[in-house]
């Protein structure tokens, strides 16, 4: 479907989170999160840029992606019309990196060419395999282990499949244990973010006696070769986030085993496109996945919601209720999660949700209009 731009609105938000989450590179209290605005024949389509506030997790951070954006993504899309969301990709692969930024405008015009198309996202995507997506939660380093089992207990009770704790060096095999003696047999799993290094291998191996789902990347965020020799020595699953930027980093992860699942995060892989081939990729190699989550507002949770019913996303994934995260999201309703700690999919054209406006309006610090 041919669309032709006319506009692309930036805007930065800042949304405070009802509880700080703190994993091994540091702690945050509030989000500044950038959303794409795209515009063409009086429709819109939205999306959300999913970097974080400091070039902590990858190299991108609110500012560096606010520039890419404005000065080589929007610049190339309104140059010339587009033959559909997928050309996205292609047209801004001149630029090294920057995936998240880019990610931000390639879900934006996936959105809009399902809503020209009068579909909802899941369908335009080739998704739908489900009605209701598994949820987990993920539940950061906490400031005493006390407070870490109470969170734990109230996610479970609340429904929730699975629970991820992040860890880092002096919060991981005693907190582990200490878990693993309240809950033994919830599904568990640990992130650690990329703080340990190669030479922790044995320090690592104590947490094969807690029967986890997964640890998810131990090592450094573009090492995939010490992770294939860290899983040879484990028997927990090594489950890669970081290291996972395109669909050749995941065939050589999966060929060198250097894990046996893969976290999918549409901002970490540029966009719905390369998403859709990162899951195509592992699952003709049997590696399940699930979806990753970066804190977002509700524009970004409806997108990974409509991601996570692609058929290879059998694992509980990081989307959760909004709820957990702001006292009012951007979206009516906001993302609501069921007892059965599901996320029921929703039939209105693109991502499924309506904006608030008013309160998007309340959140937003900078806006800039291109085209
Ligand atoms: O590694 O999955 C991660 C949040 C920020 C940066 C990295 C990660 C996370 C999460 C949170 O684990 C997932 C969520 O609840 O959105
Ligand atoms: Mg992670």
Same mark, same amino acid.
């Given at each position: *479907?041919?669309?032709?731009?006319? +506009? @692309?609105?930036?805007?930065?938000?800042? &949304?405070?989170?009802? %509880?700080?989450?703190?994993?091994?590179? /540091?702690?945050?209290?509030?989000?500044? @999160?950038?959303?794409?605005?795209?515009?063409?024949?009086?429709?819109?389509? $939205?999306?959300?840029?999913?970097?974080?506030?400091?070039?902590?997790?990858?190299?991108? $951070?609110?500012?560096?992606? $606010?520039?890419?954006?404005?000065?080589?993504?929007?610049? !190339?899309?309104?140059?010339?019309?587009?033959?559909?969301?997928?050309?996205?990709?292609?047209?801004?692969? =001149?630029?090294?990196?920057?995936?998240?930024?880019?990610?931000?405008?390639?879900?934006?015009? $996936?959105?809009?060419?399902?809503?020209?198309? /009068?579909?909802?996202l899941w369908k335009r995507i080739g998704g739908g395999a489900r009605r209701e997506i598994p949820c987990g939660v993920s539940i950061g380093i906490q400031d005493s282990v006390d407070a870490l089992l109470q969170k734990i207990e109230a996610e479970t009770h609340a429904g929730y499949q699975r629970i991820k704790?992040?860890?880092?060096?002096?919060?991981?095999?005693?907190?582990?244990?200490?878990? !693993?003696?309240?809950?033994?047999?919830?599904?568990?799993?640990?992130?650690?973010?990329?703080?340990?290094?190669?030479?922790?291998?044995?320090?690592?191996?104590?947490?094969?006696?807690?029967?986890? &789902? &997964?640890?998810?990347?131990?090592?450094? %965020?573009?090492?995939?070769?010490? =992770?294939?020799?860290?899983?040879?020595?484990?028997?927990?699953?090594?489950?890669?986030?970081?290291?996972? !930027?395109?669909?050749? %980093?995941?065939?050589?992860?999966?060929? *060198?085993?250097?894990?046996?699942?893969?976290? @999918?995060?549409?901002?970490?892989?540029?966009?719905?496109?390369?998403?859709?081939?990162?899951?195509?990729?592992? +699952?003709? %190699?049997?590696i399940p996945v699930w979806c990753g989550g970066m804190l977002e507002s509700g524009i970004g949770r409806a997108h990974n919601v409509a991601l996570a019913t692609l058929p290879n996303f059998v694992l509980p994934g990081d989307v959760s209720a909004s709820k957990r995260y702001w006292k009012q999201d951007i979206?009516?309703?906001?993302?609501?999660?069921?007892? +059965? #700690?599901?996320?029921?999919?929703?039939?209105?054209? #693109?991502? #499924?949700?309506?904006?608030? =406006?008013?309160?998007?309006?309340?959140?937003?610090?900078?806006?800039?209009?291109?085209?």
């Amino acid at each position: *479907m041919a669309i032709k731009l006319d +506009q @692309i609105i930036l805007r930065q938000l800042e &949304m405070p989170l009802v %509880h700080f989450f703190e994993t091994s590179f /540091g702690r945050t209290y509030s989000r500044k @999160i950038i959303l794409v605005e795209v515009r063409a024949e009086g429709l819109s389509g $939205w999306g959300e840029v999913t970097c974080g506030e400091n070039p902590f997790y990858n190299e991108e $951070w609110t500012d560096s992606a $606010w520039l890419i954006l404005r000065d080589y993504v929007a610049p !190339r899309l309104l140059a010339d019309r587009l033959e559909c969301a997928a050309e996205v990709g292609s047209r801004t692969a =001149h630029i090294r990196g920057h995936q998240m930024a880019r990610g931000g405008a390639e879900v934006a015009v $996936w959105d809009l060419e399902a809503r020209m198309a /009068g579909e909802p996202l899941w369908k335009r995507i080739g998704g739908g395999a489900r009605r209701e997506i598994p949820c987990g939660v993920s539940i950061g380093i906490q400031d005493s282990v006390d407070a870490l089992l109470q969170k734990i207990e109230a996610e479970t009770h609340a429904g929730y499949q699975r629970i991820k704790i992040k860890i880092k060096p002096g919060w991981d095999v005693e907190v582990i244990r200490e878990v !693993r003696k309240r809950f033994p047999s919830i599904k568990l799993m640990a992130d650690a973010n990329s703080a340990y290094r190669l030479e922790d291998i044995e320090h690592l191996r104590q947490l094969d006696e807690f029967y986890l &789902m &997964m640890i998810e990347q131990p090592l450094a %965020h573009d090492e995939i070769i010490d =992770h294939a020799r860290l899983q040879a020595a484990l028997q927990t699953p090594i489950c890669l986030d970081e290291c996972i !930027r395109t669909a050749h %980093h995941a065939e050589q992860a999966i060929r *060198m085993q250097a894990c046996r699942i893969l976290n @999918i995060k549409l901002g970490r892989v540029g966009g719905f496109t390369e998403a859709k081939r990162v899951h195509d990729v592992a +699952q003709a %190699h049997g590696i399940p996945v699930w979806c990753g989550g970066m804190l977002e507002s509700g524009i970004g949770r409806a997108h990974n919601v409509a991601l996570a019913t692609l058929p290879n996303f059998v694992l509980p994934g990081d989307v959760s209720a909004s709820k957990r995260y702001w006292k009012q999201d951007i979206i009516e309703p906001p993302v609501e999660v069921t007892s +059965q #700690g599901t996320i029921v999919i929703r039939d209105e054209p #693109g991502f #499924g949700y309506a904006i608030d =406006h008013d309160q998007l309006a309340k959140v937003t610090v900078r806006t800039e209009t291109i085209g």
